[in-house]
């Protein structure tokens, strides 16, 4: 097996990338995110690839909108603030089916906010990352080993269905240490794509690579085949873990950082003997509506916990739907919750006190 | 060593906060525990007080930043005085004092005074307090084999900067010998 090292979430994700196969990186520093650039700043050069500070984010999506263009593995990375910057160019790849990951190391809001760990782009990343009729893949890793594991996935199910990919970190995952397996660098070749603009070679007709479409009913039923390939992903590839849910009481619904506070209040609670369990989406979009359907059943009460105001909590209730009471619990604006005040609140719905 | 401690590091930037965290955090590795080190970030970096939360456990960490200490490391009155109400009952604190001029007030808690600063520069090791109360720390709580320490240290000393390991190693032994 390969060497366990200790990496910060944002080094061990830009090294992720390079073993699988991105080599253009384009982007703009911003806390807490700006280890991303940097480690890529050092390894690019260094492999044959192309590391780019441009002048802005609107400037870097731009760009990697031209190397997606032209058929490459791209990325680019920022902070919440950086992400709002660059949503025009999101819009723009997902309608030019354009496949890019974008990384976003999420800080609190709104405006500048202000650099603590957050989770509050989750609306923006799952609704609404820039303007039209369109989704992005969105995943959410909770440790340092799954963000590396997600990325070369990312950028695989991007490349399948024509589409940007986001991972949705936070200023906690992105900072922190923890042991990790780097992947090899993989040796598959990355998959075709014949409908880049990559030179014809004289051999084929033109590829255009365009977002612009007058013509009202050509545009709409080129949104409906989009929407078609996103049932399909919503059938295919949501992806969540359910932890101690068999016979869960009380299930608790959080992703990412928050995801870990909550399995420590899960934990504590059982050791109490509170039947509690936790599902965390590793998707939010497809969102993991199955799993949490699932735990429907079992389930007394339902409690989504995350450093927001309450954004998942949309999600949970509809796939939800009613059957069993939602409630919600978080902090914002770079407050950490601790794993005592989920307990609370877990107790609390437990009627235990 | 029980199965989980959590540590939280504390004092100035540029006092050696955040390696001395990766070393423990190293150690851990080494020896085959879960572990997380997170930072703490941002302005307050630059001259102000600067923090690490360190766990490590034989079991999955949940979350990484440390609000209850079980131990904790403070290298100057502000941070001590932040973080020492926070000391779970029964942990303990290992403060420099050589910097920190004042007795903690708590009964329930383990406290260890090593003039780590004075230490570090009578041996000629100015600025490796930070590893003399690692040391302290190890030879109290046992939390690393020695060899899991002395492989964390070559493993965190950068190579452009060789020459600090056995530095760095003298200090461990100068913070176990108090």
């Not at chain 1, 990186?25 to 390894?43: L, W």
């Not at chain 2, 540029?14 to 703490?40: R, T």
């Not at chain 2, 990484?64 to 290298?75: F, G, I, Q, T």
Request: contains cysteine; aromatic residues 6%; charged residues 20%.
């Amino acid at each position: 097996m390969a060497e366990k090292v200790l990496m910060k979430g944002n080094e061990a994700l830009a090294e992720a990338a390079i073993a699988a196969g991105c080599r253009h990186f384009f982007g703009y520093p911003i806390t807490p995110q700006t280890e991303v650039a940097a480690y890529m700043s050092k390894r690019m050069p260094k492999i044959g690839g192309t590391y780019l500070q441009a002048e802005s984010e609107v400037a870097a999506i731009n760009m990697v909108y031209g190397a997606s263009s032209a058929g490459m593995r791209v990325m680019t990375s920022s902070s919440s603030p950086g992400i709002s910057l660059k949503s025009e160019g999101i819009s723009y790849l997902a309608g030019a089916d354009l496949p890019a990951l974008i990384i976003n190391v999420q800080r609190g809001g709104p405006g500048l906010g202000g650099i603590q760990p957050s989770q509050s782009d989750y609306w923006q990343a799952t609704r609404a990352t820039g303007h039209g009729d369109f989704h992005i893949l969105v995943f959410a890793p909770s440790t340092v080993q799954e963000m590396v594991d997600l990325v070369s996935e990312a950028f695989d199910l991007g490349d399948q269905y024509r589409m940007p990919a986001m991972i949705l970190s936070d200023g906690m995952l992105g900072q922190m240490m923890e042991p990790v397996v780097l992947p090899e660098a993989s040796d598959k070749p990355l998959p075709e794509k014949p409908w880049a603009t990559n030179g014809t070679r004289g051999g084929r007709p033109h590829n255009i690579i365009n977002s612009l479409y007058i013509t009202p009913a050509e545009l709409e039923q080129l949104v409906f085949e989009r929407f078609k390939k996103y049932d399909e992903i919503k059938e295919k590839h949501q992806k969540a873990e359910c932890y101690l849910t068999d016979d869960a009481e009380i299930v608790v619904v959080a992703y990412g950082a928050s995801s870990r506070i909550a399995r420590s209040a899960v934990n504590t609670a059982r050791e109490q003997g509170i039947k509690a369990g936790l599902i965390r989406p590793i998707t939010l979009w497809p969102f993991p509506d199955k799993a949490i359907k699932a735990a429907v059943p079992t389930a007394k009460q339902i409690l989504c916990v995350e450093m927001s105001m309450g954004q998942m909590v949309d999600d949970v209730r509809l796939a939800v739907n009613g059957a069993k009471p939602v409630s919600f619990y978080g902090r914002t604006g770079g407050v950490i919750p601790t794993p005592a005040e989920v307990l609370d609140q877990i107790k609390k719905l437990g009627g235990v006190e | 060593m029980s199965k989980s401690l959590n540590v939280l590091f504390a004092g100035f930037g540029g006092q050696g906060i955040l390696f001395a965290g990766k070393v423990m955090a190293y150690a851990g590795l080494f020896d085959g525990k879960e572990l997380s080190w997170l930072p703490s970030y941002g302005p307050e970096m630059r001259g102000g007080t600067c923090n690490c939360s360190v766990c490590l456990s034989d079991e999955a960490i949940g979350s990484p930043l440390v609000v209850n200490p079980d131990v904790l490391v403070a290298m100057n009155l502000p941070s001590l005085d932040k973080f020492v109400d926070a000391v779970v009952p029964g942990g303990s604190i290992f403060l420099d004092s050589s910097i920190i001029d004042k007795k903690v007030e708590r009964d329930d808690i383990s406290v260890y005074y090593v003039p780590a600063t004075k230490l570090a520069e009578e041996n000629g090791i100015k600025g490796l307090a930070n590893i003399v109360l690692l040391g302290k720390m190890l030879k109290e709580l046992e939390f690393a084999t020695g060899e899991s320490i002395e492989k964390s240290v070559r493993k965190c000393v950068p190579a452009k900067k060789a020459a600090m390991v056995d530095f760095n190693l003298k200090a461990i032994e100068i913070g176990r010998a108090q």
